[in-house]
């Protein structure tokens, strides 16, 4: 082994002891099960709904309680445990107003709770769980959790119980104890595509994600929208405006990101203050709280930036012939002096009559003041903080896809032809598929962010919405046809021809193959294409091969899926599906229904694992290092 590493190791490792007693450690932790791995797809901004399932684990907590619990406590007094795991500050202000906070109260909730964690922290080493609980609070926890005196166990944990009552700090000690129990719970959090748009407060979602030890997430074309805006790309610019506005979101635009919509709303007014904007009224899934907008005005702002978001996009379709989406190029294909455009030999009425700011012979370019108004906008996006914090985050933990634990996971699809072929995408001249087109996106989605480099960031707008985007993976994107004809064959779009054949578990095993993945033993996890349970629809495909675990957790969903989302669950035992229902609010108490889909034939330790075969690699060094040690070609400091 190289020397000059080996030195690098002794700098941490300054002695034998020093190396052995990590040998020893890191072998330890390679042997204990494997930590409790979630999947989630589609959040489409339902923070709610989102951090519910994610403070209970997805229903895994409560079914510790019913473990650990279950022959003493009624299912009534379980559920006020489960809830006081997930909100604790509102759970203790209830008791306090009911006038049960008593001494009491606190010894048996204090106990209950160290029994559920001692449960949910045993795959843990001592030193993990220790970095868990606030520092103040450490050394208490760790003697409740790790007593081994069984005959005088009761009596230890009443001292230290009593001693935490007596002092006063049985409040902030409760609320320390649930949220060790939420974090230990969730070892790893995989979100596989689609943060944003729809739902109302993706920006609490991310905040949410930037406080997890482990979280990685693959990009879904609604995330890769809104890292092109907050790159500059104009079209993206208005495609995340007019959606977020479509579904009633200012709050997530002014004050979840601070971004300033005067100047919209003033042109908007300025510009269509005489139409009714009929088919531009919002859909109201959720009330804006600090940032109301009349109805009518929102109409005007969305119709504004929607007709905006068409001329930019005709300028890069007119600009990027290689992309192949001239069809895509209705608007300045409309019969705007008629209110009619000609389709496939047939003419279709316009719904919307009124077009003030378009050019007749040349309707791509913008008015003047169009183009004033997304100068302001692009700058607004350009200097957001929070916005750029939450865009460098997602590209600091996400990519395209993901290789876990012998998992494949991407949100939309690998392209491939109707005879199951790759599809190629040509990228700056040159053509690439499967995996090697993954890899180049990756790439150019940094470089757009990062270099603001023109080509990159234009190229962000066809992975949005683009025939053969992975992120996308649809023939179409039927903007223009819903909004302004409303055909119903005109408005379809239709899934690539990969969702067809990746339902066969050979083209799974190819495709795993394709990125160096054990195809007997590995599985493909996809987000991105909801699923009609209640059309009979299941989330296992291709003899288990493939999980497609969008359920539907977006309010705008619901009514097609028939559920509210899916949690995929890989811990020591296999793996599990959560079904969920629809999230009311905190205080449903709608557990999801959990079963197993795969089930090893023995139980799965972290030496069975990417990251213990990270620590093997370790062991491995360090075991050099012991040899350079005592060969003394490398001395010990004392």
């Known amino acids: 082994m190289n020397k000059k590493y080996l030195q690098l190791l002794a700098e941490k490792f300054p002695s034998v002891e020093s190396a052995a007693s990590e040998i020893i450690n890191l072998s330890a932790i390679r042997s204990l099960p494997k930590g409790t791995e979630y999947f989630f797809s589609d959040l489409h901004g339902e923070y709610e709904a989102f951090l519910h399932i994610l403070k209970s684990a997805s229903g895994i907590i409560r079914n510790k309680i019913d473990i650990v619990l279950g022959k003493t406590l009624s299912a009534s007094e379980r559920e006020r445990l489960a809830a006081l795991i997930y909100y604790p500050d509102r759970e203790i202000k209830r008791v306090r107003e009911s006038g049960a906070w008593s001494d009491e109260w606190q010894r048996l909730t204090i106990y209950r709770l160290v029994l559920v964690?001692?449960?949910?922290?045993?795959?843990?080493?001592?030193?993990?769980?220790?970095?868990?609980?606030?520092?103040?609070?450490?050394?208490?926890?760790?003697?409740?959790?790790?007593?081994t005196d069984d005959v005088n166990k009761d009596y230890y944990y009443d001292k230290i119980i009593g001693s935490i009552i007596q002092t006063g700090i049985a409040e902030s000690f409760i609320i320390s104890l649930c949220e060790l129990i939420q974090a230990l719970a969730v070892d790893k959090l995989h979100i596989i595509g689609d943060i944003f748009d729809r739902g109302p407060r993706p920006d609490i979602i991310l905040d949410e994600l930037m406080k997890m030890h482990d979280v990685d997430i693959q990009w879904g074309n609604?995330?890769?929208?809104?890292?092109?805006?907050?790159?500059?790309?104009?079209?993206?610019?208005?495609?995340?405006?007019?959606?977020?506005?479509?579904?009633?979101?200012?709050?997530?635009?002014?004050?979840?990101y601070g971004?300033?919509?005067?100047?919209?709303?003033?042109?908007?007014?300025?510009?269509?203050d005489a139409d009714e904007c009929t088919i531009y009224y919002p859909h109201v899934y959720d009330d804006n709280i600090y940032d109301p907008i009349d109805a009518k005005l929102a109409a005007q702002m969305h119709k504004a930036i929607a007709v905006i978001q068409l001329k930019l996009e005709s300028q890069l379709i007119t600009a990027h012939p290689e992309w192949e989406m001239e069809d895509r190029n209705l608007f300045v294909k409309a019969d705007f002096s008629n209110a009619e455009i000609e389709i496939r030999g047939n003419k279709y009425p316009l719904l919307d009559k009124n077009f003030p700011t378009v050019f007749l012979d040349d309707p791509s370019a913008l008015f003047p003041s169009e183009n004033e108004l997304m100068s302001i906008l692009e700058n607004s996006f350009l200097h957001s903080e929070k916005l750029q914090r939450h865009v460098r985050f997602l590209l600091s933990k996400g990519s395209t896809y993901n290789v876990c634990n012998g998992n494949l996971m991407f949100h939309g699809c690998i392209p491939m032809d109707k005879n199951g072929d790759l599809q190629s995408l040509e990228i700056s001249g040159a053509k690439y598929s499967g995996k090697p087109l993954l890899d180049e996106i990756n790439k150019l989605v940094n470089k757009a962010f990062f270099s603001k480099d023109s080509y990159a960031r234009e190229f962000m707008w066809y992975l949005w919405c683009g025939a053969r985007s992975p992120l996308y993976g649809k023939d179409k994107l039927a903007f223009f046809e819903q909004y302004y004809i409303g055909d119903k064959e005109l408005c379809g779009e239709h899934y690539n021809s990969y969702y067809d054949f990746s339902e066969n578990a050979e083209v799974c095993r190819n495709i795993l193959k394709q990125f160096s993945i054990d195809e007997k033993r590995g599985h493909i996890i996809n987000g991105h294409v909801p699923v009609k349970i209640k059309d009979g629809e299941s989330p296992v495909k291709a003899d288990g091969k493939l999980f497609v675990i969008d359920g539907g957790i977006s309010k705008a969903y619901q009514r097609t899926t028939g559920i509210a989302g899916y949690t995929l669950i890989y811990d020591s035992h296999g793996l599990s599906l959560a079904e969920h229902k629809p999230f009311v609010n905190e205080n449903g108490g709608i557990s999801p229904v959990i079963r197993t889909v795969e089930r090893p034939e023995s139980r799965a330790n972290i030496s069975d694992t990417d990251k213990g075969a990270d620590l093997a690699e370790q062991i491995r060094d360090l075991h050099e290092l012991l040899k350079a040690y005592r060969s003394g070609d490398i001395k010990e400091r004392q």
Not at 133 to 139: G, H, I, M, S
Not at 259 to 272: G, P, Q, S
């Open 117 to 147: 964690c001692e449960t949910v922290s045993a795959k843990y080493t001592r030193s993990r769980v220790r970095k868990s609980v606030p520092e103040k609070l450490r050394y208490i926890v760790d003697e409740l959790l790790n007593v």
């Open 259 to 272: 971004l300033n919509l005067r100047a919209l709303a003033v042109f908007a007014r300025e510009t269509y």
């Open 222 to 256: 609604h995330d890769v929208s809104w890292i092109g805006a907050a790159s500059g790309c104009r079209a993206l610019i208005a495609n995340v405006i007019r959606i977020s506005i479509k579904y009633n979101n200012f709050d997530l635009l002014e004050d979840g």
